[in-house]
Antibody
Framework: EVQLVESGGGLVQPGGSLRLSCAAS????????MSWVRQAPGKGLEWVAN????????FYVDSVKGRFIVSRDNAKNSLYLQMNNLRAEDTAVYYC??????????????WGQGTLVSVSS | DIQMTQSPSTLSASVGDRVTITCRAS??????LAWYQQKPGKAPKLLIY???ILESGVPSRFSGSGSGTEFILTISSLQPDDFATYYC????????FGPGTKVDIK
């Protein structure tokens, strides 16, 4: 059974940093693109980042470019999101997601339970 | 960037109703379109991908159609478990979502 478990969320001040983790199991992690999606309180879904299976290509939504870095450790079956210079508008539940096939990021067949990031002074 | 829109933003319906939700892309995305269902406090659930392929385990009352820039999600006979928010997502470049359509009880 595919499982994705996020961790690392919490309360951080504006301008601060946070690192999210996603522990994957139940599939060959290194075969799949992986992604982050977020959802601000009471708002819709927003795609954040995609990362190729070898970590060699990464893509971001414009609003996080230059501040967020997505990475992975295939030996540890883990995906990460390093978030720097956080802003109030980054407050959201962050989901880790996996696509249907190894060759593509979306559509997302599997999701984690999400981890809440709150940016406030 | 590809922008996604959905209509309506809210839909009030009764059990047994036929429901349709429209999703439009700002440029052609061929058939690279997925639909998700989300309930409060839960992660989204994939319903349909490649515009019309039903995800395994999803009831057959859900169907999808369309290509290019206009897509439709249809629920043929709304069930109590279907009251939720529905999102479309393009998958041709990264993964932009539509703003969502909330289906609530009339």
């Amino acid at each position: 059974e595919v499982q994705l478990v996020e961790s690392g969320g919490g309360l951080v001040q504006p301008g601060g940093s946070l690192r999210l983790s996603c522990a994957a199991s139940g599939f060959t992690f290194s075969d799949y693109w992986m992604s982050w999606v977020r959802q601000a309180p009471g708002k819709g879904l927003e795609w954040v980042a995609n990362l190729r299976r070898d970590g060699g290509a990464e893509f971001y939504v414009d609003s996080v470019k230059g501040r967020f870095i997505v990475s992975r450790d295939n030996a540890k079956n883990s995906l990460y999101l390093q978030m720097n210079n956080l802003r109030a508008e980054d407050t959201a539940v962050y989901y880790c997601a996996r696509g249907i096939t190894p060759a593509a990021a979306p559509p997302f067949q599997h999701w984690g339970q999400g981890t809440l990031v709150s940016v406030s002074s | 960037d590809i922008q996604m829109t959905q209509s309506p933003s809210t839909l009030s319906a009764s059990v047994g109703d036929r429901v349709t939700i429209t999703c439009r892309a700002s440029q052609s995305i061929s058939g690279c379109l997925a639909w998700y269902q989300q309930k409060p406090g839960k992660a989204p659930k994939l319903l349909i991908y490649q515009a019309s392929i039903l995800e395994s385990g999803v009831p057959s009352r859900f169907s999808g159609s369309g290509s290019g820039t206009e897509f439709i999600l249809t629920i043929s006979s709304l069930q109590p478990d279907d009251f939720a928010t529905y999102y479309c997502q393009q998958c041709i470049i990264h993964g932009t979502f539509g703003p969502g359509t909330k289906v609530d009880i009339k």
